[in-house]
């Protein structure tokens, strides 16, 4: 069974930054994909990023392309979510999740792909 943990979130104002880290109890194996989700009080759960573990190949949401980047650590069984020009409406509490990558890999950012998930860190992000 695999247990993600995810840490690194906080308070910060418009404008900074954090790194959001999801730590797998696993070794994590090449081509399976970490994904992170969001979900702020009274809205629908968010995909904003996917990568496949052991190659370069990520997908962002439009909301946060540009801004966001995903990243792996595989001889520490950790992928990074790192968040630039956080705004507002990024507030939200920050998943991430493990499963078998299916393709196009735009469809990873769909939460029914993922097996496995954190119990999440908040983030929130004051004007």
């Known amino acids: 069974q695999v247990q993600l943990v995810e840490s690194g979130g906080g308070s910060v104002q418009a404008g900074g930054s954090l790194r959001l880290s999801c730590a797998a109890s696993v070794i994590m194996y090449s081509s399976k994909c970490i994904g992170w989700f969001r979900q702020a009080p009274g809205r629908e759960r968010e995909g904003i990023a996917a990568?496949?573990?052991?190659?370069?190949?990520?997908a962002y949401a439009d909301s946060v392309q540009g801004r966001f980047t995903v990243s792996e650590n595989m001889t520490r069984n950790t992928v990074y979510l790192e968040m630039n020009d956080l705004k507002p409406e990024d507030t939200a509490m920050y998943y991430c999740?493990?499963?078998?990558?299916?393709?196009?890999?735009?469809?990873?950012?769909?939460?029914?792909?993922?097996?496995?998930w954190g119990r999440g860190t908040q983030v929130t992000v004051s004007s």
């Open positions: 999740a493990n499963g078998a990558c299916a393709y196009p890999l735009a469809s990873m950012l769909e939460g029914h792909q993922y097996q496995h």
């Open positions: 990568i496949v573990t052991g190659s370069h190949f990520t």
